[in-house]
């Protein structure tokens, strides 16, 4: 499970929707955090170890309509020996302990993936997309209900999309009342993770309205995308959702995730997000309890040049 504590909700404060983000100061300073952040990454021994952290904060993931259980059981395999074995033995890395930070799925491949992690004897984290994923364009009674099969079939992430209609139109009581159902239908025995599809919202400053929303509901992470939107995690909205997570910590001293998803391919995307978290929210936010990355060409990537720092060349 992502953390100790889930985030209680609190009381919708429209306070918290006041802030407003010019757009292209937020693109010239979010280059300019991460710019400063690589520049910390001195040698090749800080690299490796920011890439292995950017391994266990991955949640590897399948959504696509032709998943099948083998498909399932084989991402399964991957996210709990994420690295090969000879790779890590020459960086002198710990191989028992390193793993993906979930795996992620439809509702209806849950089961497949509680089978195959408990088969392999690794209680990974099992997190399941919901909420009429990627859209959200369905009735709430069936929200829910995807909601609550998941969480029965053994699901302990669930990962929901909001309304962006209700973002559009800026009904922020009736987002954070929806929101607020989904946290309850998830229960205490799961995380909450909320997807803004951030592509399909107009600014950044809706973007952080949003992402305080989410937190106010009850969010355990926030997530920019689906990866389905024509646009997805960037580094300008990955700065004003951290800023929105680091003013939320600072009124109400309660800590939410950040989940960026979609697009992110390269060694060098991972990279970038690591540094981005670091600069705005700390050292403390760098594990999968408060940092995932949803992916799954990604890390293949990231094992190309883990591979190049153990042996000096790419396989």
Same mark, same amino acid.
Not at 71 to 93: F, M, N, Y
Not at 146 to 166: C, F, M, Q
Not at 206 to 230: C, P
Not at 293 to 306: F, H, K, N, W
């Given at each position: ?82 690295? /090969? ?32 992690? /408990? ?43 909001? /309304?962006?209609?209700?973002?559009? !139109? ?28 951030? *592509? ?16 106010? !509901? ?8 689906? *990866?389905?939107? !024509? ?85």
């Amino acid at each position: 499970m992502v953390g100790t504590t889930l985030n209680p909700c609190v009381a919708f404060d429209s306070s918290l929707l006041t802030k407003a983000w010019d757009e292209e100061e937020v693109k010239t300073v979010s280059q300019e955090v991460v710019a400063r952040g690589l520049g910390g990454v001195k040698n090749a021994k800080d690299r490796t170890g920011l890439l292995l952290k950017a391994v266990s904060c991955i949640d590897l993931t399948t959504l696509a309509g032709d998943d099948t259980e083998k498909r399932v059981s084989e991402l399964c395999a991957k996210a709990v020996k994420p690295v /090969s074995q000879d790779v890590l033995t020459k960086l002198g890395t710990d191989s028992t302990s390193l793993t993906c930070g979930a795996v992620c799925v439809y509702p209806a491949r849950v089961g497949d993936a509680v089978k195959a992690l /408990s088969k392999l004897g690794v209680p990974l984290p099992v997190a399941s997309v919901a909420t009429g994923f990627p859209s959200g364009q369905t009735f709430l009674s069936v929200k829910i209900l995807e909601i609550k099969e998941a969480v029965a079939a053994g699901a302990t992430e669930i990962d929901i999309v909001i /309304s962006r209609p209700l973002a559009l !139109a800026e009904d922020w009581v009736a987002l954070y009342e929806e929101i607020k159902q989904f946290r309850t239908a998830v229960g205490s025995g799961a995380h909450m993770k909320t997807i803004l599809a951030v *592509g399909e919202l107009t600014s950044f400053t809706m973007v952080y309205k949003a992402s305080m929303v989410a937190m106010m !509901a009850g969010s355990d992470f926030i997530k920019t995308s689906t *990866g389905k939107e !024509a646009v997805n995690a960037t580094i300008p909205v990955g700065y004003v959702m951290s800023m929105a997570i680091k003013d939320f910590f600072a009124k109400t001293g309660n800590q939410v995730g950040l989940k960026p998803a979609g697009g992110l391919k390269s060694a060098q995307d991972a990279l970038d997000w690591l540094v981005l978290v670091k600069e705005v929210l700390g050292e403390g936010w760098l594990n999968e309890k408060l940092f995932r990355i949803g992916a799954s060409s990604l890390l293949g990537d990231v094992e190309r040049e883990l591979y190049k720092q153990a042996f000096g060349k790419y396989p």
